[in-house]
């Protein structure tokens, strides 16, 4: 299913058409650029600049900014060797002015806004929009080009172009039901104003009046637990024969709106039968009511357990082959793969069934070398993108700091799980679900660093900021606590309003917080909880073993009742992990003595590209990685796959390379439940 109604071919113009024309490569080796809108950074426009040998660097910290500048950039002009750099200045009401005088000097100076790629649209309503949907809002403008618009218009405009809404003309619960499973199962990046706009018209439907659309129309999770609850009703109606019976239990709904849901119509029920198998949906117990093996329904009814998580398991299957992405997919079509390939991942290892450990394993070789590939070509795309929806973990905490400062409630809490993959993300969910079942756990995910170190990624969450600032500490984790502070005294706290606490995972949760946390007193806290990361690296018994101990470690309730409580403490609470972990087979260890500076299992770190080369000659299965957001004298040599740098024959759970189990991880923001 495709995220937004058209779909660009490749000769239509596009929006970075008219910007690329100002980046001819040799022209000037500096270009200063105001970029109040994030244009340059989207995506894909990031990708083609740095194709035409482009390297950008944000202006945010003047001594930051100066630092790296001077290391990687002026001393290659002072050898007479030529870059191209372009320093983007991203403050709304910051002219180039503010840059230091020796840039302006030097430098060539662009500008580029939205206002002058779609000047018959409203500004306000258009800069609130994800950039990547902004292709095709730029083809509906040329397809269809619109007189002056307003800013209802203008949401209009969008709304049917862009989501291929047309609010106006939703006439019936079929009709709605089915813009809202497009909307919420395709993860949409609808604004705010556009939801609102979404709901204001359908509220001049008397059919919908009694529809909770304030709750379901932008919540997600609000959206499936209103499916979920009707589900049952749904299934009482049922006859033998799959008939919708009339005689119907009353049933004590939460939330308002029509007790039955069409479900059984023939554009509703492509969508229920995949929320049931992805795990948006659970299985309900279904007494009586007898259905095919086939059948759409059964994937929601609930039946022996082995029966269930079979049924599952092959569909997941089905689903993970058939939505593989593409070569030239965005980071966010990876990030959602990811999260349906993680519940499979989960499934399987907590099963015990070898058949379907070969088939994870062989979809997943091949699915690690699409997405390797992937990573080479599109990876450095990702660090400068705006940290609204994060994309990498050093956008985390900046994503945080504009919660506290946008909102009220002016405290957040960040809990770091070192080493917890995605897949064992989804066993704790389920065991948090059954712990508290008034928790909300917005789920989605994001990428680490590579290499997928402690001491790289773990250190990048904690800064807030890519590897190269701090090239000193690269090494270890000793210097995250002054990081952290550092990060929100740029943020106008004082670093005695900022907590940090590493070394957790047992004990009493409400114990250990209140000797970390001050009441009243402490705005924000980083936690790191390594339990996860001490089971793996005593792991023998591979995958199925660290699911199985995660699990039991989980059921002690220490992480829960930490989130339960930070909760009662009126934080804003967040939870994301530095990197996930693999289950691997050794191929040979280099024999390079003190050369490597790091020495991992999925990893070798090295201080010349020279050094690393000579290692990758012996060691064909793995890949010199570009030194990309990295400090310039750090060279790593990392793993794909299931490959390690470890005695042919042995095994191991590892990190540090580039598997798809290693980079995209877990990113959860938890509530309590409303109703």
């Known amino acids: 299913m495709t995220t937004h109604s058209a779909q660009r071919t490749s000769h239509s113009p596009s929006w970075r058409d008219a910007i690329l024309n100002d980046f001819v490569p040799n022209v000037s080796k500096l270009t200063l650029v105001a970029d109040p809108d994030s244009l340059l950074t989207e995506e894909k426009l990031a990708l083609e600049l740095r194709g035409r040998g482009f390297e950008l660097i944000e202006f945010n910290d003047p001594v930051e900014f100066r630092y790296a500048y001077e290391s990687k950039y002026r001393s290659v002009w002072d050898r007479g060797e030529h870059t191209d750099l372009v320093v983007i200045l991203r403050l ?10 020796d840039l302006l000097q030097a430098g060539r100076k662009l500008s580029f806004n939205l206002g002058e790629l779609f000047p018959n649209l409203s500004y306000p309503v258009i800069e609130k929009l994800d950039r990547s949907l902004l292709d095709a809002l730029f083809e509906a403008q040329h397809k269809s080009p619109p007189d002056r618009m307003g800013d209802n218009a203008t949401k209009d405009f969008i709304l049917r172009h862009v989501f291929g809404i047309a609010a106006e003309l939703i006439a019936n619960e079929v009709e709605l039901l089915r813009a809202l499973l497009r909307l919420h199962y395709g993860k949409m990046q609808i604004p705010l104003t556009l939801t609102e706009r979404f709901i204001q018209v359908l509220k001049s439907h008397d059919s919908f009046k009694a529809w909770p659309l304030d709750e379901i129309i932008p919540d997600e999770e609000a959206f499936f637990a209103f499916l979920q609850e009707r589900w049952p009703v749904f299934l009482g109606r049922l006859g033998k024969a799959e008939q919708v019976r009339e005689d119907s239990p009353q049933y004590g709904l939460k939330y308002p709106g029509p007790d039955l849901l069409p479900f059984d119509h023939q554009d509703i029920k492509v969508y229920i039968d995949n929320l049931f198998v992805e795990g948006k949906l659970a299985p309900v117990l279904a007494d009586g009511i007898e259905v095919d093996a086939g059948s759409w329904v059964r994937s929601g009814i609930a039946t022996s357990g082995v029966d269930d998580d079979e049924l599952r398991i092959s569909r997941l299957f089905d689903l993970v082959e058939n939505q593989l992405p593409p070569t030239e997919s965005r ?16 499934l399987v290892h907590g099963g015990n069934s070898t058949r379907h450990q070969k088939q994870l394993k062989e979809i997943g070789d091949a699915l690690n070398t699409t997405f390797a590939g992937w990573l080479r070509n599109h990876y450095a795309s990702l660090i400068n993108l705006p940290p609204t929806n994060p994309a990498m973990l050093h956008h985390v905490p900046r994503r945080l700091a504009r919660d506290v400062e946008g909102s009220g409630n002016n405290r957040a809490a960040l809990i770091v799980v070192d080493g917890l993959a995605l897949d064992q993300w989804v066993t704790v969910r389920q065991l ?6 008034n928790l909300v756990m917005r789920e989605s995910a994001t990428f680490a660093w590579i290499p997928t170190l402690t001491s790289v990624s773990r250190q990048s969450i904690f800064s807030g900021k ?3 600032y701090f090239r000193t500490s690269i090494n270890s984790t000793d210097s995250e606590e002054k990081l952290w502070k550092q990060l929100w005294e740029g943020h106008g706290l004082s670093r005695l309003d900022v907590a940090y606490q590493r070394g957790l995972g047992d004990g ?3 114990t250990v917080l209140d000797a970390i946390i001050h009441p009243g007193k402490t705005m924000v806290v980083g936690l790191v909880v390594d339990k996860v990361d001490k089971i793996m690296h005593g792991m023998q018994l591979g995958a199925a073993g660290m699911h199985n101990q995660i699990k039991q470690w989980c059921q002690r309730g220490f992480l829960g009742a930490m989130i339960g409580h930070l909760l009662d403490y009126g934080y804003e609470v967040w939870l994301t992990a530095d990197h996930g972990n693999i289950e691997c087979d050794g191929k040979g260890r280099p024999s390079e003595g003190v050369i490597a500076e790091t020495r991992g299992e999925r990893v070798r770190v090295y201080p010349t590209p020279e050094f690393r080369s000579q290692v990758a ?8 990685w570009q030194p990309i957001g990295l400090p310039d004298n750090y060279f790593p040599l990392v793993v794909g796959g299931r490959d390690a740098f470890v005695k042919p024959g042995d095994s191991i ?6 598997a798809i189990e290693e980079v995209i991880v877990p990113l959860v923001k938890f509530e309590r439940r409303s109703r």
Not at 92 to 101: F, I, N, R, V
Not at 432 to 437: C, E, H, N, R, T
Not at 653 to 658: C, K, S
């Open 617 to 624: 000659e012996t060691f064909a299965f793995a890949h010199e």
């Open 508 to 510: 009493d949760a409400c």
């Open 466 to 468: 890519p590897p190269l």
């Open 331 to 346: 980071y966010s079509d990876w990030t959602a793969f990811a999260l349906k390939w993680a519940e499979l991942s989960s």
């Open 92 to 101: 709304q009401d910051a002219g180039l002015e503010s840059l230091p005088y």
């Open 653 to 658: 759970v590892g990190h540090g390379g580039v």
């Open 432 to 437: 948090l679900q059954k712990q508290d079942a």
